[in-house]
């Protein structure tokens, strides 16, 4: 039970993924300095970063159930903090580290690092949740 609780809340982050980057997606291809073609598709909008965005959802919620299992983190408040932690504290700061030295700007940083923070706290209401 506790493997389909973790694949629920990756996928519960992936959709709100996408969501969050329809929302964004202009902006996003402007800060990223992604071409779009005449659809304004970007030109790698085949399966392969779908499929990558949705394992590592499945991977990020599957840690963090673990953490929260040593940590005895069970109620949905504890699982959204906790999982708001995870996103502002630790993915987050990786985010900046890369982009810093990357040179990406700031828009890109704002758009990539919200989703990590509200994607984990998604994470961390279903684990607990359910």
């Given at each position: 039970m506790e493997f389909l609780i973790v694949i629920g809340a990756?996928?519960?982050?992936?959709?709100f993924g996408a969501i969050w980057y329809m929302t964004f997606a202009k902006t996003w291809m402007d800060a990223a300095g992604i071409e779009a073609d005449e659809n304004g598709r970007p030109p790698n909008s085949?399966?392969?970063?779908?499929i990558v965005a949705l394992l590592g959802a499945i991977l990020v919620?599957?840690?963090m159930r673990?953490?929260?299992?040593l940590s005895g983190i069970e109620t949905v408040w504890a699982g959204l903090v906790s999982g708001f932690g995870v996103g502002?504290?630790?993915v987050t700061p990786w985010i900046a580290t890369n982009y810093a030295f990357a040179?990406?700007?700031?828009?890109?940083?704002?758009?990539?690092g919200g989703f990590a923070t509200i994607g984990?706290?998604?994470?961390?209401?279903?684990?607990?949740?359910?």
């Open positions: 990756g996928l519960a982050s992936y959709i085949g399966a392969v970063p779908y919620a599957g840690l673990h953490m929260f299992s502002l504290f630790l040179g990406r700007g700031r828009t890109l940083f704002l758009i990539d984990c706290t998604i994470i961390g209401v279903v684990l607990t949740f359910v």
